[in-house]
């Protein structure tokens, strides 16, 4: 071979080892890095849903409709979101390979909506440390790329415990609850919502039937009904579908809905409806990924936020002189400091919490939370 050939040959391979390695080190660049910006072009997310984003589960819809909102704002195309349903909460291993797949699929930011990912998605961030994970109401995150987000609902709960406590001439308030004592989150939401009451009605009485599932229209349905016959003339529910403010409507009830506007569902029977919103939580998440500023932590959204809030009165429903009253506790939250659950608490077996003064600390609220308030009543 001659050497004018070699020394082509030479040029061309140091030029495709220049190529390899310039391509190989933009690649690394646009790794994400704690603390460093990220391309917003390369962000890929993968979502885990509890359920299909169709079916009746609000809960569902309400995160879907977060997500797309998300999107919309920061501006990502569909080929940057990848969805996984029906993936259940009680199945680590579902979840595992769930999320595996995301990442398989390019993934480098995974939302996962449910307290029971919280232990798969704390072990995976591990092992994938350029991935960052977030999941729903948990209490888990770590130094890098872990973190978990959630809407504070005893704000908006304790908006509607006003109306309830308002509305009512039994004095016999009804609530659905999908699980018992033992879930914070659930039980925070219960005495908010009797503490709401409490304000304007200290003869009313919370009377609560669990379930023991966030998915259940029958199991929701019997206990709205059980509930009725106990008396019980407005019905909420912490449960993940309409039925309890259906079953009210059926029963010639008032109602106040959860997750989403359920006016539509029980159009007769629903008086407000406590309403999440998750894009204001998706997209300052997803923005401090792109801007650098992501810092793994417990973050809570409420009101001041647009997080949480309740749907305006169907005034045809209302009792008197609620507007004003949920006005009057909603600036308070927003401007004035009130946090629903403050000073010293008298639970309904006879024991006191928290401190006068005092505020119960947002780790409490969300994981420490095993006592009713001492209006409320177990079915």
Same mark, same amino acid.
């Given at each position: ?7 082509? &040959?030479?040029?061309?391979? /140091? =030029?495709? =080892? ?62 940057? &979101? ?12 579902? #979840? ?31 092992? !994938? ?16 790329? !872990? ?5 504070? =609902? ?50 009313? *009485?919370? /009377? ?36 309890? *403010?259906? #079953? ?38 997803? *923005? ?39 006005? #009057?506790?909603? *600036? ?8 629903? !659950?403050?000073?010293? =608490? ?26 009713? /308030? ?6």
């Amino acid at each position: 071979m001659k050497n004018g050939e070699w020394r082509i &040959i030479f040029a061309i391979c /140091y =030029l495709l =080892l220049v190529i390899c390695f310039t391509g190989c080190g933009e690649q690394q660049a646009t790794e994400w890095e704690f603390g460093q910006p990220f391309p917003k072009e390369r962000i890929v997310i993968g979502v885990i849903h509890p359920n299909e984003i169709d079916s009746d589960s609000l809960f569902d819809q309400a995160q879907y409709r977060g997500t797309v909102e998300m999107q919309r704002k920061i501006g990502l195309a569909d080929s940057q &979101i990848i969805r996984k349903t029906n993936i259940f909460t009680g199945d680590p291993v579902a #979840a595992e390979g769930a999320i595996r797949d995301c990442i398989a699929e390019g993934a480098n930011i995974i939302i996962a909506m449910s307290w029971g990912y919280m232990d798969t998605c704390e072990r995976l961030a591990l092992e !994938f440390p350029s991935v960052v994970f977030a999941h729903a109401t948990g209490i888990k995150f770590n130094d890098r790329n !872990f973190t978990n987000y959630s809407i504070r =609902l005893y704000q908006g709960r304790y908006l509607s415990g006003i109306v309830a406590g308002l509305k009512t001439q039994t004095n016999r308030i009804g609530f659905v609850a999908a699980r018992g004592k033992d879930n914070s989150e659930v039980t925070g939401a219960v005495n908010a919502f009797a503490l709401g009451v409490a304000s304007v009605n200290p003869d009313a *009485q919370i /009377y609560v039937a669990v379930t023991h599932s966030w998915y259940d229209p029958m199991g929701e349905t019997n206990a709205a009904n059980a509930l009725i016959a106990a008396g019980c003339d407005v019905i909420t529910a912490h449960a993940n579908t309409p039925a309890a *403010q259906i #079953a009210a409507e059926r029963n010639r009830v008032w109602a106040i809905g959860y997750n989403a506007d359920m006016s539509g569902e029980a159009p007769d029977a629903v008086i407000t409806s406590v309403v999440l919103n998750w894009e204001a939580l998706y997209t300052r998440f997803v *923005q401090s990924i792109i801007d650098g500023t992501f810092v793994p932590r417990t973050n809570l959204y409420g009101i001041a936020e647009n997080a949480i809030d309740i749907t305006p009165l169907n005034r045809d429903l209302a009792p008197q002189g609620a507007e004003a009253a949920v006005e #009057a506790a909603r *600036q308070s939250i927003m401007h004035d400091g009130f946090n629903v !659950f403050g000073d010293v =608490l008298e639970t309904n077996d006879g024991r006191y919490v928290g401190e006068e003064g005092k505020t119960l600390s947002d780790d409490v609220i969300l994981s420490g939370i095993d006592w009713y /308030y001492r209006n409320v009543v177990e079915l």
